[in-house]
């Protein structure tokens, strides 16, 4: 899980919290408040939308903290703000989509409502822009809740959502959950499903079953069918054993389970599936199976199975890269976004009956990628030779990247944050082996950099565990890449269970958190310490959700590290399987549930040897984190403050396992900032 946890003691937390938010800090630090302030000017591009003709580029960018479309020509030239607001920063558009025609663009909209949506914001509606024209966009559709992941059928006569009817909340366990009142587990249950609406217009017509929570879906090319991934309500839980299924397009019509991995046999057992992918004849179906921890960061092996049914196949065994997005580019081929050694690459495959193999590598970007669909997903034109996609890096902020398919990267056609320069200091890529394994991770040199001096390092554990760390901007929330601008080396290892070195790496993690992950950690530490003038005794550590749980555990088994920022941790994993609101994705990673094995549990738990930990150690996590619960915070922070441990514990108000309020986002790494100031000074 990259989230933070849920609370269960609603009256603690709300007494503590605001208390908490109100101590006295330290003496603020003029470069730290430089830095809050540098990392506040970033316009987030949040979606890239390239039109199927290869003509029009859209994209979605903020202003004054509100989404924005601007659209321009394919090489980002006459780029111009489009939508229903009188100036941009004022009201939020989202949500792109291009019409098969390349003229027409559906997108989201509250600019023009006078209705009340989730959290007090305004109900967006949808609208569709006639890019020909200087006309006004149209209301196509009036909704009542949350909607998601437009998209056109290809004969463009029907767009197609996600969609929560009467939704109180984001559709998603990163977002704040919701209060824990009634009976719980049966009331207030919000149900997404893919609903249409005519070109033409009218009123959202829901097409899946009630009782089918859908996280993605993907029109056939006869525009008559739709493939989805959904599982029984609750959403926000059920993601892990949740099937694959093909149904016609179409309300009240019997649907066919194509996928189910908790019955099948072979390397898919008990493994989530995203992305499914029609290929272009219909035919078949293919998508991305593997050991996941987080929906919406995808990983593993390619697979494909019949569209009717039938035993898929894994097309990519015993691969050493992490597929994470891919489209076909024809019946023989795939254009597949990968992660390979902490870096995005594109590559083409070969695909046939029974396997896709990798023929050449068209780029490795330079930093994280993505269009805003689907972590590394990337638009392309219809006839797949140009594409569009944001990338940001740890040397550049975010920006718009457009250009022909070829054997290179396209060029940047924005400047959005140009003027944007990095405070900290260079990025470097580093490689160990240990026990068997490669292990990669990213190392950032400490600002102003003094070959002739020794530095404190802060080591930072990535969320999942099934994820990776690449190079990115950072935003003014919880990251270590600022750590480096006050005069820290910062390392960002990618140990097994990380995506990068193949599906084997990813699961190597199972039922051992905390021991084969932290020896590889370790192992980097003492590579990077052989390479640059780190003092081993000003040694940071510092993550959040499983980085959180890391940096809860690695204290009570190594004393090397002398300061400790833990976010939205997991003291005790026996107490924290009845706590959550996602247990299910517990099973795959551990093998049993904790009540059929304990003792797994048990041994990766922190708690079970608090007194072995010695650390100052600040805690911190969103009153309503879903997904690692507020109550594993204060587990963890009770058992500190008994045994005399400096420690501290800040509780965000009405935050869930990402945090959205500004002055939170701010306030959580201006406290970590001062917290390793103090225990770990840099100079």
């Given at each position: 899980?990259?989230?933070?946890?849920?609370?269960?003691l609603?009256?603690?937390a709300?007494?503590?919290?605001?208390l908490?938010?109100?101590?006295?800090r330290?003496?603020?630090?003029?470069?730290?408040?430089?830095?809050?302030?540098?990392?506040?000017?970033?316009?987030?591009?949040?979606?890239?939308?390239?039109?199927?003709?290869?003509?029009?580029?859209?994209?979605?960018?903020?202003?004054?903290?509100?989404p924005?479309?601007?659209?321009?020509?394919?090489?980002?030239?006459?780029?111009?703000?489009?939508?229903?607001?009188?100036?941009?920063?004022?009201?939020?558009?989202?949500?792109?989509?291009?019409?098969?025609?390349?003229?027409?663009?559906?997108?989201?909209?509250?600019?023009?409502?006078?209705?009340?949506?989730?959290?007090g914001?305004?109900?967006?509606?949808?609208?569709?822009?006639?890019?020909?024209?200087?006309?006004?966009?149209?209301?196509?559709?009036?909704?009542?809740?949350?909607?998601?992941?437009?998209?056109?059928?290809?004969?463009?006569?029907?767009?197609?959502?996600?969609?929560?009817e009467?939704?109180?909340?984001?559709?998603?366990?990163?977002?704040?959950?919701?209060?824990?009142?009634?009976?719980?587990?049966?009331?207030?249950i919000?149900?997404?499903?893919?609903?249409?609406?005519?070109?033409?217009?009218?009123?959202?017509?829901?097409?899946?079953?009630?009782?089918?929570?859908?996280?993605?879906?993907?029109?056939?090319?006869?525009?008559?069918?739709?493939?989805?991934?959904?599982?029984p309500?609750?959403?926000?839980?059920?993601?892990?054993?949740?099937?694959?299924?093909?149904?016609?397009?179409?309300?009240?019509?019997?649907?066919?389970?194509?996928?189910?991995?908790?019955?099948?046999?072979?390397?898919?057992?008990?493994?989530?599936?995203?992305?499914?992918?029609?290929?272009?004849?219909g035919?078949?179906?293919?998508?991305?199976?593997?050991?996941?921890?987080?929906?919406?960061?995808?990983?593993?092996?390619?697979?494909?199975?019949?569209?009717?049914?039938?035993?898929?196949?894994?097309?990519?065994?015993?691969?050493?890269?992490?597929?994470?997005?891919?489209?076909?580019?024809?019946?023989?081929?795939?254009?597949?976004?990968?992660?390979?050694?902490?870096?995005?690459?594109?590559?083409?495959?070969?695909?046939?009956?029974?396997?896709?193999?990798?023929?050449?590598?068209?780029?490795?970007?330079?930093?994280?990628?993505?269009?805003?669909t689907?972590?590394?997903?990337?638009?392309?034109?219809?006839?797949?030779?140009?594409?569009?996609?944001?990338?940001?890096?740890?040397?550049?902020?975010?920006?718009?990247?457009?250009?022909?398919?070829?054997?290179?990267?396209?060029?940047?056609?924005?400047?959005?944050?140009?003027?944007?320069?990095?405070?900290?200091?260079?990025?470097?890529?580093?490689?160990?082996?240990?026990?068997?394994?490669?292990?990669?991770?990213?190392?950032?040199?400490?600002?102003?950099?003094?070959?002739?001096?020794?530095?404190?390092?802060?080591?930072?554990?990535?969320?999942?565990?099934?994820?990776?760390?690449?190079?990115?901007?950072?935003?003014?929330?919880?990251?270590?890449?600022?750590?480096?601008?006050?005069?820290?080396?910062?390392?960002?290892?990618?140990?097994r269970?990380?995506?990068?070195?193949?599906?084997?790496?990813?699961?190597?993690?199972?039922?051992?958190?905390?021991?084969?992950?932290?020896?590889?950690?370790?192992?980097?530490?003492?590579?990077?310490?052989?390479?640059?003038?780190?003092?081993?005794?000003?040694?940071?550590?510092?993550?959040?959700?499983?980085?959180?749980?890391?940096?809860?555990?690695?204290?009570?088994?190594?004393?090397?590290?002398?300061?400790?920022?833990?976010?939205?941790?997991?003291?005790?994993?026996?107490?924290?399987?009845?706590?959550?609101?996602?247990?299910?994705?517990?099973?795959?990673?551990?093998?049993?549930?904790?009540?059929?094995?304990?003792?797994?549990?048990a041994?990766?738990?922190?708690?079970?040897?608090?007194?072995?930990?010695?650390?100052?150690t600040?805690?911190v996590?969103?009153?309503?984190?879903?997904?690692?619960?507020?109550?594993?915070?204060?587990?963890?922070?009770?058992?500190?403050?008994?045994?005399?441990?400096?420690?501290?514990?800040?509780?965000?108000?009405?935050?869930?396992?990402?945090?959205?309020?500004?002055?939170?986002?701010?306030?959580?790494?201006?406290?970590?900032?001062?917290?390793?100031?103090?225990?770990?000074?840099?100079?």
């Amino acid at each position: 899980m990259l989230k933070p946890c849920r609370l269960l003691l609603p009256l603690l937390a709300a007494f503590i919290a605001p208390l908490a938010l109100a101590d006295t800090r330290h003496a603020a630090d003029p470069r730290i408040e430089a830095l809050l302030t540098q990392l506040g000017k970033v316009r987030a591009i949040h979606e890239v939308a390239l039109s199927p003709d290869g003509r029009h580029l859209a994209w979605v960018v903020e202003t004054q903290d509100k989404p924005g479309i601007m659209l321009a020509d394919a090489d980002g030239k006459h780029a111009h703000s489009v939508g229903l607001a009188a100036k941009p920063g004022i009201c939020s558009e989202s949500g792109l989509a291009w019409a098969p025609d390349s003229r027409h663009l559906a997108f989201l909209s509250n600019c023009a409502s006078n209705r009340a949506g989730m959290g007090g914001s305004k109900q967006p509606d949808i609208y569709v822009l006639d890019v020909s024209s200087q006309d006004q966009p149209v209301h196509l559709a009036s909704l009542n809740g949350y909607a998601d992941a437009l998209s056109w059928s290809p004969d463009g006569k029907t767009l197609a959502f996600l969609y929560v009817e009467g939704a109180t909340r984001r559709a998603s366990a990163l977002a704040a959950s919701k209060r824990a009142v009634g009976e719980i587990g049966v009331e207030g249950i919000e149900v997404q499903r893919v609903a249409t609406v005519p070109a033409q217009g009218g009123a959202p017509q829901a097409i899946t079953p009630a009782d089918s929570h859908v996280y993605e879906f993907a029109w056939a090319p006869d525009s008559t069918r739709i493939a989805y991934v959904a599982a029984p309500p609750p959403g926000d839980n059920n993601w892990w054993i949740a099937q694959l299924y093909v149904q016609a397009a179409q309300p009240n019509t019997a649907r066919t389970a194509v996928v189910d991995p908790n019955t099948v046999s072979g390397s898919l057992h008990g493994l989530q599936i995203a992305l499914p992918r029609w290929s272009p004849d219909g035919s078949r179906i293919a998508f991305i199976g593997g050991l996941m921890s987080d929906q919406g960061f995808t990983g593993g092996d390619l697979y494909a199975v019949a569209a009717a049914g039938g035993a898929p196949v894994d097309l990519t065994p015993g691969i050493h890269v992490t597929p994470s997005w891919f489209t076909w580019q024809s019946p023989q081929s795939l254009l597949v976004d990968q992660i390979s050694n902490g870096q995005a690459q594109l590559a083409e495959y070969a695909i046939d009956a029974k396997h896709a193999q990798q023929q050449r590598v068209l780029f490795t970007a330079a930093g994280y990628i993505d269009d805003g669909t689907a972590v590394l997903g990337l638009s392309f034109s219809a006839d797949h030779r140009q594409l569009a996609f944001m990338q940001t890096s740890f040397d550049a902020a975010p920006e718009v990247y457009a250009g022909a398919l070829s054997n290179g990267m396209p060029a940047a056609v924005t400047a959005i944050n140009a003027e944007l320069k990095p405070s900290w200091g260079k990025a470097e890529s580093v490689e160990w082996d240990n026990e068997g394994f490669h292990v990669q991770g990213w190392l950032l040199y400490p600002a102003h950099y003094d070959p002739s001096k020794r530095y404190p390092m802060i080591v930072n554990i990535h969320g999942g565990p099934s994820a990776a760390v690449l190079p990115r901007w950072p935003s003014v929330g919880y990251g270590a890449v600022p750590f480096s601008t006050l005069g820290y080396f910062v390392f960002m290892p990618n140990p097994r269970g990380s995506y990068g070195q193949g599906e084997a790496f990813v699961q190597a993690n199972r039922k051992d958190f905390g021991y084969g992950d932290l020896r590889d950690t370790l192992a980097g530490v003492d590579a990077v310490e052989k390479k640059v003038p780190v003092d081993d005794h000003r040694l940071g550590l510092t993550g959040w959700s499983y980085g959180g749980f890391m940096s809860m555990f690695a204290p009570t088994q190594t004393q090397r590290f002398r300061a400790v920022v833990a976010g939205a941790g997991i003291a005790n994993w026996q107490s924290y399987y009845g706590e959550n609101e996602i247990d299910k994705w517990m099973i795959p990673f551990f093998g049993a549930s904790v009540y059929d094995d304990p003792a797994v549990y048990a041994k990766s738990s922190a708690i079970n040897f608090i007194k072995k930990v010695k650390t100052p150690t600040l805690i911190v996590v969103g009153e309503r984190d879903a997904e690692c619960p507020a109550p594993q915070s204060f587990e963890y922070w009770h058992a500190l403050r008994t045994l005399g441990v400096p420690t501290s514990l800040v509780v965000y108000p009405g935050e869930g396992h990402h945090f959205y309020q500004p002055e939170h986002q701010r306030d959580v790494l201006q406290r970590a900032l001062n917290w390793f100031e103090k225990y770990l000074p840099p100079q």
